[in-house]
């Protein structure tokens, strides 16, 4: 048994590890300035990078939650390690060999991580070599029937689970395994006899974590219900190593892709993932035994660089069939959380991209992706196809099952579109589907607004959408005497029921010079205050008269777009021979805040807003 690693070998490792490198095989970083890079943290959820790497110091620290320190302490947070285990893990993948105070040098790893990866290597390597063996004929022939030639299952590590008991099991125990770590690893249990082999007549898949190291893995069983009555797909359970939840297969192979494209492709199985590949469609990963959730959210995000600096777009691939359609419209809900474009490809046929790839081709799959539709879209769609469109009640009832999706859609600047999108899909006036979608809204907003009221009314300070709002109050509290033109700010400007009540007290107030927090009535507000008055202001640049001009004329002419949007949308109900002169009036007023907002954006696009 090895002992403490020698201080001299934990430096030689820690000074030879990157951190940016390191770091970004987990979170996709981009140059800040400085010598200085950023990208979204992975200890917390958020929408705006303040996860910050300095190279030249060897160190990290988010802004946001406050976690720091250097590349074995990124290490051993992120992927929950010991100290000895990540300095080994490092150790492994430089190249070095360790040495150990208390053993000789090369004594083999001690660390618990570091056993269960190299026992789930060593079970890939066995399982690979026995897919070429005469018992695995069968799979072989499932796999070349769905389009994959050995090059393909090599590519992939493709591998065979023998039907013997024990033949995982004795051999790597002859390789020097013990009994408990191949248990723990997931890849043995106790049968009634003693250990047996946990995936037995199954082809197997390697799941390997976004580094690369194989975790766990996913197996189809090839024997019948009569054989086999255990299910058609097996995974590794949770182990140390192996969280279903936090994995996507294909990851580790695609994420330099998705990073580059700012696209990610969501499919459903591992042949899937497969096909889509070999397609050129280099983006595609899949979950692993689990729904997609939350977790898979966070991460394809911090590739992605999901914030108002970068965006990108997820595309889901399901199934035709009603598990399928049910699997999207589950997406929809958790499109909310993305601030990326997604999208869904559905073959119309029903065939998934392994099916459509064996029948039509690699370009079938790549046209698949490319004729994606925006997931609403497909909600709405797929909603409406309950019904009959022939009869007014089924129009009725269409209407009303679809509005609610509608009124769910956060982004407030794509319900008009979708209003007068689904009007044209009902065959109604577009007045009665937005009164509908406005009825639905309003319900929604409610149960939002008892849900912030009840937790915490602040917005996100990490919401993209009212990023420029939170800049602007930023400035007039702090720097009230650059905000002179605080006294133009339109009236509808704020769009937060927090910004909107912050922007009264301020209003409220004769001299914002030496504001006293301590005497705002309401420790909601006092809070909320402080928490404005000391964090930074979100520009490179110097904080100028022009940039504080900058980013008011640009809140202006937003607040202004939502005013001209209301006046287009009254002209059009207009009659403008029968209402000729409130027409005119209105047509007016339209003409003179156009010209206003020109102005507006000409003064906006200045300084930190090109």
């Known amino acids: 048994m090895s002992g403490r690693i020698k201080d001299s070998d934990v430096a030689y490792v820690r000074d030879r590890s990157p951190i940016d490198e390191v770091v970004g095989e987990y979170v996709q970083l981009k140059n800040a300035g400085g010598g200085q890079k950023k ?47 990540v300095v080994e893990k490092l150790a492994e993948r430089i190249g070095y060999q360790l040495s150990y105070e208390a053993g000789s040098a ?32 069968l799979g072989r022939d499932f796999l070349e029937k769905r389009g994959f030639d050995g090059e393909s299952l090599r590519s992939f590590g493709v591998g065979f689970a023998p039907k013997e008991w024990d033949a995982l099991t004795k051999a790597l125990r002859s390789e020097g395994f013990t009994i408990e770590e ?143 359609q049910k699997a999207a419209l589950r997406a929809f809900d958790d499109d909310q959380k993305f601030v990326t474009q997604t999208f869904v490809a559905v073959e119309p046929n029903g065939l998934d991209p392994c099916e459509l790839r064996q029948k039509s081709g690699d370009g079938a799959v790549r046209d698949l992706i490319a004729r994606r539709v925006p997931l609403f879209e497909f909600a709405i769609k797929t909603e409406i196809k309950k019904f009959d469109l022939t009869t007014p009640e089924g129009r009725v009832s269409a209407l009303n099952s679809t509005a609610p999706l509608i009124g769910k859609i956060r982004d407030a600047s794509l319900r008009p579109e979708y ?129 504080v001009s900058s980013i008011m004329a640009r809140l202006n002419e937003v607040a202004l777009s939502r005013s001209i949007a209301e006046i287009k949308s009254s002209l059009q109900r207009l009659n403008p021979v029968e209402n000729e002169k409130e027409y005119g009036e209105i047509f007016a007023r339209l003409v003179e805040m156009e010209s206003k907002r020109r102005a507006l954006r000409e003064l906006a696009f200045g300084e930190g807003l090109s």
């Open 419 to 547: 209003v007068r999108t689904l009007a044209g899909w009902l065959g109604m006036d577009v007045e009665v589907v937005t009164a509908a979608v406005k009825k639905s809204a309003t319900k929604v907003g409610a149960a939002r607004s008892e849900e912030v009221t009840n937790s915490n009314w602040r917005p996100d300070p990490n919401e993209p959408r009212l990023a420029l709002e939170r800049e602007v109050l930023k400035v007039r509290l702090q720097m009230p005497a650059l905000a002179r033109q605080w006294s133009e700010v339109e009236p509808n400007a704020f769009s937060h029921p927090a910004y909107e009540r912050l922007r009264n007290y301020i209003d409220t107030q004769k001299n914002l010079e030496s504001i006293d927090v301590a005497k705002i009535d309401g420790e909601e507000l006092r809070s909320f205050v402080t928490e404005l008055l000391v964090e930074p202001v979100r520009t490179q640049g110097e904080i100028s008269d022009r940039y």
């Open 106 to 137: 090369g004594s083999a790893p001690t660390g618990k991580r570091s056993r269960l990866v190299a026992a789930n290597a060593a079970a890939a390597r066995f399982y690979q070599e026995q897919l070429k063996s005469p018992e695995a004929l």
């Open 182 to 324: 191949l248990t723990l690893a997931g890849l043995i249990k106790e049968g009634q006899r003693g250990p047996i082999d946990r995936f037995r007549y199954r082809l197997v898949w390697p799941i390997h974590d976004i580094t690369g190291d194989v975790v766990g893995f996913g197996a189809r069983k090839l024997a019948s219900d009569e054989e086999d009555n255990g299910p058609k797909y097996l995974n590794t359970p949770e182990t140390p190593i192996y969280k279903k939840s936090q994995l996507l297969y294909g990851l580790d192979r695609a994420k330099k892709e998705i990073a580059k494209s700012r696209q990610v492709v969501v499919v459903e199985g591992y042949t899937d993932v497969m096909a889509a590949h070999l397609s050129g469609v280099t983006t595609a990963v899949a979950t692993c035994g689990t729904a997609f959730g939350d977790d898979h959210i966070r991460i394809l995000r911090r590739l992605l660089m999901d914030d108002d600096s970068f965006r990108g777009e997820v595309i889901f691939t399901f199934d035709g069939d009603a598990a399928g």
């Open 39 to 85: 990208g979204l943290c992975p200890f917390h959820d958020e929408k705006t990078p303040s996860f910050h790497v300095t190279p030249s110091k060897g160190f990290f620290h988010c802004f946001g939650c406050q976690s720091g320190g250097d590349v074995i302490a990124f290490v051993m947070k992120i992927d929950h390690l010991t100290f000895t285990e």
